[in-house]
């Protein structure tokens, strides 16, 4: 069965970093698009980063452009989500998706159970 599988979150001061991977399984990686989405308490959940199964195309939302950066390695099946300069309002579940749609959306594709991210201020 497909399992996307997050790991690296955790509690960090603010300006601090974290880096999130998600290994994937059951699905052909390779031909997918890669997303990573964030849902704060009491809001919908969004995107923030997404990358083409190319590796060659990748999307920012405005909020994180310049701190965060997305990558994917396909021989280990795995994207990756570097965080730097986190702020308090980065603080939220973030999940991993795979989508063949681009970018990924948040109704569709292949979900992970989510990591806790949160910023202390």
């Known amino acids: 069965q497909v399992q996307l599988v997050e790991s690296g979150g955790g509690l960090v001061q603010a300006g601090g970093s974290l880096r999130l991977s998600c290994v994937a399984s059951g699905l052909t990686f390779s031909t997918l698009n890669m997303g990573w989405f964030r849902q704060a308490p009491g809001k919908e959940r969004d995107i923030v980063v997404a990358i083409t199964w190319t590796g060659v195309s990748t999307y920012y939302a405005d909020s994180v452009k310049g701190r965060f950066t997305i990558s994917r390695d396909n021989a280990k099946n795995t994207v990756y989500l570097q965080m730097n300069n986190l702020k308090p309002e980065d603080t939220a579940i973030y999940y991993c998706?795979?989508?063949?749609?681009?970018?990924?959306?948040?109704?569709?594709?292949?979900w992970g159970q989510g990591t806790q991210v949160t910023v202390s201020s």
């Open positions: 998706a795979a989508s063949s749609s681009w970018p990924p959306r948040a109704n569709s594709g292949y």
